[in-house]
């Protein structure tokens, strides 16, 4: 069968629903989409929170809690204790099916009575602020990263020890300011670099030590942009610059960002992988517009964060671990034929439903189940009812018009400024609440335009650890905690000037979007679909010329 062209409802614009698309929905047994990709990445989003996290209360032991849902909130929130023990029963909650009304309505209903999991922190020792994580150690602000020990205010990083501010990075250690980065020891301010050690200022490098402010190298030792120098006159010129100081950090991002527009730029990083489109993809095949693809991954389309052995699904974000048919989720880690879902672990069969995590399968409408099957809006049912009313319910919601799409944003649990959608679709506030979206406001605070911070670390007193600082950017308060202060001297980095959050957004900017544009290769003209849009400054190569021009 030929591709199709669709119209987004949302934007109008069109959008190729390909073969391979229309014979995976027919086999899940759902309708053409309506949106376009980026659309239902949107919406997905909508419903994911990471980092804006507050203190609260749990609602069934009253004791203290770090909770993703803001206080005065309508939802039961209940401790990772308590939500994870024996002492209340999520089929407790279950209900009937009203066929006078529509399934949406019903579902967000049951999302606002049944308790819901502060956050998503499991085994974590002695890590409380952290969420969408598993297996930390001593760690402060990690948002998506796992196995990490005394790290701070990164996100999706893997298997790092003593690191800070760093973004989808692994197996790190001694690092700061990291983005895409992998193997690296002591290094601050790289991106896109692997197996480099006693580094600063790099982009694009591999199996590089003692190297600065350096582009496209390749197993160097005492290179200063791009050039080799004896080690004493490398140690020299890294003195020179005063990277100790606020100010010298400043000037050198500042000709670090002009001087790697001297080089070309790769067209996508994409390694070891076959008949693939998008970037940031690792031993894959057949995988058509996906982003950050960690494999073995196969047959996929529309993946946004992904893989470790996912397969034949589509339209997906932070999903993967043995996970296979999977439509329209996020979130959903080691499982079998989910559609519709977020935060599903570990089950299979399971439509439309939310917080579904351990050994569940045949699931339809649920939340916060664990161990269960043959429930429908968490009621439990035997399977000849089960399956009966899962084919009345399908053909009312093709009715109404709910079947096929994601529920709606306005019934995220969560504002949309606190959601992964803020990120990558941002709206003002207006443009939100004009929606019928959710809005937090944060509280403000006078407390003026904070202490003057030392634009030296070794001019940093240990009193500073008692001052509410202000973000010179976006002006909210943080303070510093005593290991990061140690971090800092340790790694002669100077006191950030902008608050965790901000820091966040600024290292979220830096990496391409996740979108691809059609141009040519700027050396030899050959077509390539890349993250580079073609208004970009960036001087972009295919991978043949990109290769060739590396040292």
């Known amino acids: 069968m030929p591709d199709l062209k669709q119209k987004c409802k949302n934007t109008g614009k069109a959008f190729v629903v390909t073969e391979w698309e229309q014979e995976f929905l027919k086999k899940m047994g759902f309708p053409l989409p309506v949106l376009s990709p980026d659309e239902r990445l949107k919406v997905r989003l909508a419903h994911r929170n990471e980092r804006s996290i507050y203190k609260d209360k749990c609602d069934f032991s009253g004791e203290s809690i770090i909770s993703i849902y803001a206080p005065g909130n309508p939802y039961t929130v209940y401790s990772q204790e308590v939500w994870w023990g024996d002492d209340w029963d999520a089929k407790y909650y279950g209900r009937e099916y009203d066929f ?59 298997h790092c020890k003593d690191c800070s501010d760093l973004y989808l990075s692994s197996e790190c250690e001694l690092c700061y300011e990291l983005i895409d980065c992998e193997k690296c020891y002591n290094c601050r301010y790289l991106q896109n670099c692997n197996n480099c050690r006693d580094c600063s200022f790099l982009f694009e490098c591999i199996g590089c030590s003692n190297c600065a402010f350096c582009v496209n190298l390749r197993n160097k030792q005492y290179y200063f942009l791009n050039k080799k120098y004896s080690k004493e006159e490398y140690e020299k010129k890294i003195r020179g610059l005063n990277l100790k100081s606020r100010s010298g950090v400043i000037e050198a991002k500042k000709e670090f960002k002009k001087y790697r527009l001297k080089f070309p730029h790769r067209y996508a990083h994409i390694i070891n992988s076959e008949n693939v489109t998008g970037d940031n993809i690792v031993n894959a095949k057949n995988c058509s517009n996906c982003f950050t693809v960690w494999g073995p991954a196969e047959d996929l389309k529309d993946i946004f964060l992904g893989g470790w ?54 699931i339809f409408g649920c939340v916060g189940m664990k161990k269960s099957e043959y ?46 959608a803020q990120d990558y679709f941002p709206k003002t506030k207006e443009e939100a609440l004009a929606e019928g979206l959710k809005w937090h406001d944060e509280e403000k605070k006078e407390i003026g335009s904070g202490p003057e911070i030392p634009d030296n670390i070794e001019d940093v007193e240990d009193d500073i650890l008692r001052k509410t600082l202000v973000c010179e950017k976006s002006g909210a308060p943080y303070k510093l905690i005593e290991n990061e202060l140690k971090f800092y001297r340790r790694m002669n980095i ?31 003209g050959a077509g390539v679909a890349t993250s580079y849009s073609p208004d970009r400054p960036e001087t972009v190569f295919c991978e043949e010329c990109y290769l060739e021009a590396v040292d």
């Open 309 to 362: 052995n996912l397969k034949d699904s589509l339209s997906c974000d932070h999903v993967g671990h043995k996970g296979e048919l999977f439509y329209e989720s996020m979130a959903c880690v080691g499982g079998f034929n989910f559609a519709f879902c977020t935060f599903a672990w570990d089950s299979h069969d399971v439509y439309y439903s939310d917080s579904i995590l351990a050994n569940c399968k045949n």
């Open 375 to 420: 429930c429908i809006l968490n009621k439990q049912y035997s399977r000849d009812e089960y399956e009966d009313l899962r084919k009345r319910i399908i053909a009312h919601m093709k009715e109404t018009g709910e079947w096929g799409y994601f529920y709606p944003m306005k019934y995220s649990p969560f504002a949309y400024n606190e959601t992964a």
């Open 100 to 158: 006078n009304r529509p399934f949406f309505e019903q579902f967000y209903e049951l999302q606002i009575e049944v308790p819901r999991l502060a956050l998503m922190n499991t085994k974590a020792e002695n890590s409380e602020f952290c969420n969408t994580t598993t297996s930390n150690k001593n760690c402060y602000l990690v948002f998506g990263g796992d196995y990490n020990e005394d790290c701070m205010y990164s996100i999706f990083n893997m």
């Open 494 to 524: 100077p006191v950030p000037h902008f608050a965790p959050e901000t820091r966040n957004r600024i290292r979220f900017n830096k990496r391409n979007p996740a979108k691809i544009w059609k141009r040519k290769c700027d050396k030899c």
